[in-house]
């Protein structure tokens, strides 16, 4: 039975190609903020923290990079009562097509460790086994068999006590989330070598 190859050795591939992608967009950079090396920096750091968990979870062994807390832009109002708070939902939408369904299938298969039919259950496990950072790139969603179309997260303040910690209000997650609510987001565009969003 052939050795089939393991998630680290996946993860290092992974890294590799987005290290190699991150310097192509900062070399084509068309300003400041150009999107292709926000959304590269992105995919490269979700690359990494992959690689650094799945070679502790492989082979108990850390690597040595410490990823900082992204430094996102918050127009902040210091009149702002919501700005005071102490609960925050965080709403991230990642949106894929899938391209190869039995590579995603097998793939969730693999993350789930249980045969999986269906090509939103496999979605959902990989997103629950790797985060969705595990996802956020482009070269990565190739290798399971989905073409990445960009994410935004958005950060809300929340009206509920602090000091419940019931799940009820996941029968409602996302009900009553207004775009004019968000105290901050981060949006990341498609823009790499020959893809565009």
């Not at 290290?19 to 300003?31: F, I, K, N």
């Not at 082979?59 to 009562?81: G, Q, R, Y």
Request: glycine residues 4%; charged residues 30%; contains cysteine.
């Amino acid at each position: 039975m052939p050795t089939t190859e393991s998630q680290a050795r996946r993860a290092l591939d992974n890294l590799i190609a987005a290290l190699r992608d991150h310097l192509v967009a900062v070399e084509r950079r068309s300003g400041e903020h150009d999107a292709g090396v926000q959304a590269a920096f992105l995919a490269l750091r979700a690359a990494a923290a992959d690689y650094d968990e799945t070679l502790y979870t492989e082979h108990d062994e850390v690597t040595p990079f410490d990823l900082p807390p992204l430094d996102t832009d918050e127009a902040e109002d210091d009149d702002d009562p919501d700005a005071e708070s102490d609960r925050f939902a965080l709403l991230a939408r990642w949106d894929f097509s899938v391209v190869d369904p039995d590579l995603l299938l097998a793939a969730g298969s693999d993350a789930l460790r249980e045969e999986v039919d269906s090509c939103a259950v496999a979605v959902a496990a990989l997103a629950h086994v790797h985060g969705h950072s595990g996802l956020a790139d482009v070269a990565r969603a190739n290798t399971l068999g989905l073409q990445w179309h960009g994410a935004t997260t958005w950060v809300v303040a929340v009206d509920t006590d602090s000091d419940d910690d019931s799940a009820e209000w996941m029968d409602t997650a996302f009900a009553d989330m207004d775009p004019d609510d968000i105290l901050c987001r981060f949006d990341v565009p498609v823009s790499r070598s020959g893809t565009s969003g």
